[in-house]
């Protein structure tokens, strides 16, 4: 039987340099270079509100071979950080992490789970789908290469937006106004709150009211646009157009060649937004969900 060999034991007590190793040799063949730190492991657990007393590690013997991190926001939990090592993998040990967080999130009463996967990881898509978890949508993992070249490269209604720098925090209600499906995990107003002084942000007027926002960081590695979304009472185009007034402007502030966004959905205005202004999608990410009540 699968998995027979392998015993459990809470996340919070194993040491953060075991659980590093780990990691590292779970994710040495990812699709994307991986590699953590203790420092990257201890900010991602704060950042993501990550349970380590309700997070797992796969023991084989009293060596760490698997790992899964549970986030618990409310009555919402995220899946993150699930590998198995490279030589354990195949062997029922992803199966058996992720069904302990499923009896983990019955226990807390969770009513959903959700996580994001590659799209190309048939792997984990196969172990998730296995256990009911269904795709929803569809983040982009963006990048940007060179500056655009001229003002308004899209086809839409740029329209008439006063376009203005704001202190970040200004902007964290707008997010869940403005975003009709809930932002990624990442980017709920709750996980940006804990770093809004390193965030700059600026927003779009039409008339006295807000109609778009975004987020961003200028880091050494080029420009990192954290969100953008407009306000879903405005028209379709419009909103395409204030976002794209707002990337246009950060690119004026900011004029760094390299840029990404990350888990920004691939279908809609804010996808538009972010090609006319030179993006293009490196990687796509299924956002999946397990409904539990
Ligand atoms: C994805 C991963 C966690 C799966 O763990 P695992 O221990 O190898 O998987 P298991 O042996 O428990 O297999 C469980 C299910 O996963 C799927 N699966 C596992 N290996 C697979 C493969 N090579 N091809 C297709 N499906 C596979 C199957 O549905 C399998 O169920 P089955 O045995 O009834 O067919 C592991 O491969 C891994 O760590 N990969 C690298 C990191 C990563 O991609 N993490 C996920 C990030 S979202």
Redesign the pocket.
């Known amino acids: 039987m699968?998995?027979v060999d392998y015993w459990l034991t809470e996340a919070a007590n194993v040491d953060v340099d075991s659980l590093v190793d780990l990691f590292n040799d779970?994710?040495s063949?990812?699709?994307v270079p991986t590699v953590v730190t203790a420092e990257r492991l201890i900010n991602l657990v704060a950042r993501e509100d990550i349970s380590m007393r309700n997070s797992y590690i796969a023991l084989f013997g009293r060596r760490p071979v698997?790992v899964?991190f549970l986030g618990i926001r409310g009555s919402r939990g995220y899946?993150?950080?699930?590998?198995?090592?490279?030589a354990?993998?195949?062997?029922?040990?992803?199966?058996?992490?992720?069904r302990r967080i499923l009896k983990e999130a019955e226990t807390l009463e969770l009513d959903s789970l959700q996580?994001?996967?590659?799209d190309r990881?048939?792997?984990?898509?196969?172990?998730?789908?296995?256990l009911g978890f269904v795709p929803i949508r569809v983040l982009g993992v963006w990048e940007r290469g060179r500056m655009p070249h001229r003002k308004g490269m899209g086809t839409c209604d740029l329209g008439d937006f006063d376009v203005r720098r704001v202190p970040s925090f200004h902007v964290l209600p707008l997010v869940d106004r403005f975003n009709e499906i809930r932002p990624c995990w990442q980017n709920e107003p709750t996980a940006l709150a804990k770093f809004y002084s390193r965030l700059s942000a600026c927003v779009a007027r039409a008339g006295s009211g807000e109609a778009a926002y975004a987020l961003y960081v200028d880091t050494d590695e080029g420009l990192y646009i954290v969100d953008v979304a407009a306000s879903p009472s405005l028209h379709k185009g419009v909103r395409q157009g204030a976002c794209e007034a707002l990337l246009e402007r950060i690119d004026l502030d900011v004029p760094r060649r390299m840029a990404r966004a990350h888990n920004i959905p691939v279908q809609g205005y804010q996808g538009r937004a972010l090609q006319s202004r030179g993006f293009d999608i490196e990687l796509k990410q299924q956002e999946m969900v397990l409904c539990l009540r």
């Open positions: 699968k998995g779970a994710y063949q990812y699709y698997g899964v899946i993150c950080g699930m590998g198995v090592r490279i354990y993998q195949g062997r029922g040990v992803g199966e058996l992490l992720m996580l994001e996967v590659v990881n048939f792997r984990a898509i196969g172990l998730y789908a296995k």
